[in-house]
């Protein structure tokens, strides 16, 4: 079995595959250092709550945007499933050109997104990923990676806004049903939520423009992403297991 991960900067997300089924998913937060036996230890508990063996992970892949953790990650991977895990990086056979002005600048995560959309959806596609930050990301029909827009996620928003006034909570970020709020929190949640679905439709149309490919397929991803998708006719498609899925194919290249 295959375990796929991606290191985000709140979350680590992992998905184990049999073949080419995705057949369980499940997260940890990243907020909390640890060693890497705190993480060999917490892996094969989850792993064990979900009703498999460690023995049974016989390859890893990671893509990951935290580096100070990946030393103490990537050495558990090594001793409590003793496998050397494939990390995602410069030089690693991903079936995408990146064309840009440095192509190891880009993070990991957003070649990942782009690979999976490419191969599932074809190209031109336009790949938003509504994570911790959010990117937009351009492939074209080629298959080459243009580069694109990275904006603060709407957490950061949020969190940006309660911790920098002095009179605004802490709230829940979702839809208040109507623009024109009566009271602060839903003022505060109908600046957030249609503050982003504003943006992204804005990005997503001057992207198509730009490039001069207003038929691109859109394809949104992240925890975020599905109630924005809902709420908005930009987005043609939401996939939820979109990086899980690009680890895969990016494994498939790697290990023929």
């Known amino acids: 079995m295959l375990l796929a991960v991606d290191v985000g900067n709140t979350d680590v997300t992992f998905g184990v595959f049999q073949g080419e089924e995705l057949i369980t998913r499940f997260r940890f937060t990243v907020k909390v250092p640890r060693t890497s036996d705190e993480y060999g230890e917490l892996l094969c508990s989850i792993l064990e709550q979900k ?20 030393y103490s990650f990537t050495s558990a991977i090594i001793k409590y499933l003793k496998c050397q895990p494939v990390v995602v990086g410069a030089g690693t056979k991903t079936g995408i050109r990146i064309n840009t002005v440095n192509p190891k600048e880009i993070g990991p995560d957003r070649i990942v997104d782009a690979v999976s959309a490419y191969v599932q959806y074809g ?30 996620g709407i957490r950061i928003s949020a969190n940006a806004l309660w911790n920098n006034t002095a009179n605004l909570p802490e709230i829940e ?60 006719d930009e987005i043609d498609v939401y996939d939820a297991d979109l990086t899980l899925k690009g680890l895969l194919y990016i494994h498939k290249r790697c290990v023929k």
């Open 51 to 70: 009703n498999f063996s460690p023995e049974q992970i016989d390859e890893v892949i990671i893509a990951s945007v935290v580096p100070q953790m990946m």
């Open 123 to 152: 190209g031109p596609v336009v790949v938003v990923d509504f994570g911790t930050a959010t990117t937009y990301d351009l492939v074209t029909a080629d298959g080459t990676f243009q580069g694109g827009v990275i904006s603060p």
């Open 173 to 232: 970020i979702k839809c208040p049903g109507n623009l024109i709020a009566k009271e602060t929190i839903s003022s505060m949640q109908a600046g957030l939520f249609y503050g982003t679905i504003g943006q992204s439709e804005y990005i997503i149309r001057k992207l198509k423009e730009e490039a001069g490919l207003p038929g691109a397929t859109v394809v949104a991803t992240g925890g975020l992403g599905k109630i924005i998708s809902e709420n908005t």
